[in-house]
């Protein structure tokens, strides 16, 4: 079956330090995938899309990876600050062109 | 421009209730997508619209849940008779088109409540 996998436990970590994220997936055969952020309360905010012939892509402090060999991708946040604290989403298309999401990874940074 | 909308904000119902959720998408976007998030998950897909078609609905419970999208424009979800297990924040997204490199666009969400 389908399955997009998130680490289901928080990520804690120091202002000021890198946070990776993992999203792996399972018998999808993507050719964009994309990272959403979420805020309590609030609906999912795009954030970066990353096409499977790209290796890495960058945005301001963010950094996305995509290894389709290992059905992975990276999510990094460089310099990281407590308003980055939120939780970061995966998604990707599958064959019927549904965009399906991954759990979720908490994150919190700490002052 | 102005972002999805969705109302209520909030709902609380008794199991076996109904009750209706409302969503206008962003002005143009002719792809409006209905997600169910349940507490500690990620979105989960309910039912995609291309303009007033249905594209998938293989994930809505159709014994109780149903949606429409008159017009192409605003839709609605509707729970008939609500479970407990439905309690869960009800996203509305849209997005320009449905080609796979398309963002979609969120609403704050419906949180429901079923007591």
């Known amino acids: 079956s389908q399955k997009i996998e998130q680490n289901s436990e928080a990520l804690n970590i120091q202002e000021g330090k890198t946070a990776t994220l993992t999203c792996n997936y399972t018998?999808?055969?993507?050719?964009?995938l994309q990272w959403y952020r979420q805020d309590p309360g609030r609906g999912p905010v795009f954030l970066l899309l990353i096409r499977e012939n790209e290796k890495e892509k960058r945005k301001e402090r963010l950094k996305v990876t995509f290894d389709t060999t290992l059905k992975q991708s990276l999510f990094h946040i460089t310099a990281s600050q407590p308003a980055d604290s939120a939780t970061y989403l995966c998604a990707l298309r599958n064959a019927g062109n549904m965009l399906t999401f991954g759990g979720g990874t908490r994150l919190m940074v700490k002052p | 421009e102005a972002g999805v909308a969705q109302s209520p904000r909030y709902k609380i119902i008794e199991k076996r209730q109904s009750v209706a959720f409302w969503c206008n998408p962003i002005s143009g976007h002719a792809t409006l997508y209905w997600y169910q998030q349940i507490l500690g998950q990620g979105p989960k897909l309910l039912i995609q619209?291309?303009?007033?078609?249905?594209?998938?609905d293989s994930q809505l419970p159709k014994d109780r849940f149903s949606a429409e999208r008159l017009k192409g424009v605003d839709s609605t979800l509707k729970i008939q008779p609500a479970k407990l297990e439905d309690s869960a924040v009800y996203l509305c997204?849209?997005?320009?088109?449905?080609?796979?490199?398309?963002?979609?666009?969120f609403g704050s969400g419906t949180q429901l409540s079923v007591l």
């Open positions: 018998n999808y055969s993507p050719a964009y």
């Open positions: 619209f291309q303009n007033n078609g249905v594209v998938d």
């Open positions: 997204a849209s997005s320009k088109t449905e080609t796979t490199n398309e963002k979609l666009f």
